[in-house]
């Protein structure tokens, strides 16, 4: 016991347990919180499956319906002859490519752009990532939201090239891709 006069000491050994219950029980209620919601899946579905299956595109000739979902541009595939939507794939048949008269892409390069001038195109192999062409879009003129892009009159090997095109969109990443299927 302590003298009079002389500050009393107070035990710590008690008020340890105390601050790790409280952290402890902090700790779990965040992480409750935190923890994601399970996800419902339908009875049909297999394990390992995803959740929901791609939309399918319309047939040709045939409007989608209001309520169908838009199919993701990754998922259609296109002739030369029709606009290209960014990221998506465009097939062009080696028969159809002609050295005096190439065929010529539309492609859909999103918003619309600040400046009017040509768009830097770069056209590589998927395969070795080898460059096939640099070349440059037809002119843009300001506010357009697509550009005309002129194949090399060389028509390259059957398989899948990455078509880059860089454009004047005000953002990080001003890139638009698009897959070129010569087949």
């Known amino acids: 016991m302590a003298e009079p006069g002389e500050p009393q000491q107070r035990s710590t050994a008690s008020a340890g347990p105390i601050f790790l219950a409280a952290g402890l029980i902090a ?7 935190l923890w994601p919601a399970p996800q419902k ?4 579905a297999e394990p ?7 939309a399918a595109a319309p047939a040709p000739g045939k409007a ?9 541009p990754s998922d259609v ?20 490519w002609d050295a005096a008269d190439p065929p ?10 600040t400046e009017a001038r040509p768009l830097a195109v770069t056209i ?14 037809a002119p843009v ?21 990455l078509i880059q095109v860089k454009t004047t969109e005000r953002n990080h990443f001003p890139l638009r891709r698009y897959v070129l299927e010569v087949r």
């Not at 700790?27 to 409750?32: F, H």
């Not at 010529?104 to 752009?113: E, K, R």
């Open 141 to 161: 003129a300001a506010g357009e939201t697509e550009a005309r892009l002129p194949l090399p009159a060389q028509a390259p090997t059957p398989g899948r090239y």
């Open 124 to 137: 590589s192999a998927f395969q070795d990532s080898a460059i096939l062409a640099a070349t440059e879009t």
């Open 64 to 72: 989608a319906s209001a309520d169908s979902p838009k199919p993701h």
């Open 41 to 44: 899946e339908s009875a049909e």
């Open 48 to 54: 390992g499956a995803p959740l929901e299956a791609p």
């Open 77 to 96: 595939s296109v002739p030369a002859s029709e606009k290209v939507p960014s990221g998506a794939t465009v097939w062009v048949t080696r028969a159809a």
């Open 27 to 33: 700790v779990v209620a965040v992480a409750v919180l």
């Open 104 to 113: 010529v892409l539309t492609l859909d390069i999103g918003a619309p752009q």
